[in-house]
T-cell receptor
C-alpha cells in the first residue's frame, strides 16, 4: 500500500466510449503524474501537475485529457481511443516536483477494443 | 539529466546478495542516483537514493563509486519476492527535472 489509489484496476472500452481513470493520494503531496506503460516498453511520462496546475504535457494526443481538481485527486479522461492506447496507466505523486521519491499507484490496465 | 546504462537481465540465488550495477559516466555534481523497482504488473516502488555517500535503508544499500560514474544497488538477502525490473535513474533535485525511466534490469531470483 503506497498511499496512492487508482480506480478502476482494469478497464475495457470501445473506441467510441468515454471513460475516466481516477487517482487519489492522501500523502499531502503537491505533485502528481500520469505515466503510460505499453507492453515491453519503458514508462512514458504523460502529464505533470504541481499544486493543481498542469506544468508538463509530453506531446500527448488530445484524446487524453487530464484534470486535477485538487491536490489529492487526479483524473485522466479518455475519449475516442485507439487500440494502440491499450496499456498500463500509472499515477504517481511526490512531495513536490523536485520530488526525492515518487509513490506510484497500482495502475489501471486499459484495453481498447 | 544524465543517461544511465544497466544490464538488461541478471539472476541471483535466493538468500544470496543481489548486486545490480548502473553506469552513469556523464553524471554531474548535483545529480542524485535513484533506484526504483517494478514487480510484474504493479506500479514502480521507490527503493533508495543518494548523492555521493553510500546509503542504506531497510530495503537495500546503495554504493556509489568515488568518481560517481557508477553505482551498485545491493539487496543483501534476495528472496523470490525481489524478482522485478530494477531502474536506476539519475536526476537533479529540481522541479525542472523529470523522473524518467529507462529499460532497467530484469532481476530473476532462483530458488
Amino acid at each position: 500500500e503506497t498511499g496512492v489509489t487508482q480506480t478502476p484496476r482494469h478497464l475495457v472500452m470501445g473506441m467510441t466510449n468515454k471513460k475516466s481513470l481516477k487517482c487519489e493520494q492522501h500523502l499531502g503531496h503537491n505533485a502528481m503524474y500520469w505515466y503510460k506503460q505499453s507492453a515491453k516498453k519503458p514508462l512514458e511520462l504523460m502529464f505533470v501537475y504541481s499544486l493543481e496546475e498542469r506544468v508538463e504535457n509530453n506531446s500527448v494526443p488530445s484524446r487524453f485529457s487530464p484534470e486535477c481538481p485538487n491536490s489529492s485527486h487526479l483524473f485522466l479522461h479518455l475519449h475516442t481511443l485507439q487500440p494502440e492506447d491499450s496499456a498500463l496507466y500509472l499515477c504517481a505523486s511526490s512531495r513536490d516536483r523536485a520530488g526525492a521519491e515518487a509513490f506510484f499507484g497500482q495502475g489501471t490496465r486499459l484495453t481498447v477494443v | 539529466d544524465a543517461k544511465t546504462t544497466q544490464p538488461p537481465s541478471m539472476d541471483c540465488a535466493e538468500g544470496r546478495a543481489a548486486n545490480l550495477p548502473c553506469n552513469h559516466s556523464t553524471i554531474s555534481g548535483n545529480e542524485y542516483v535513484y533506484w526504483y523497482r517494478q514487480i510484474h504488473s504493479q506500479g514502480p516502488q521507490y527503493i533508495i537514493h543518494g548523492l555521493k555517500n553510500n546509503e542504506t535503508n531497510e530495503m537495500a544499500s546503495l554504493i556509489i563509486t568515488e568518481d560517481r560514474k557508477s553505482s551498485t544497488l545491493i539487496l543483501p538477502h534476495a528472496t523470490l519476492r525481489d524478482t522485478a525490473v530494477y531502474y536506476c535513474i539519475v536526476r537533479v533535485y529540481s522541479s525542472a527535472s523529470k523522473i524518467i525511466f529507462g529499460s532497467g534490469t530484469r532481476l530473476s531470483i532462483r530458488p
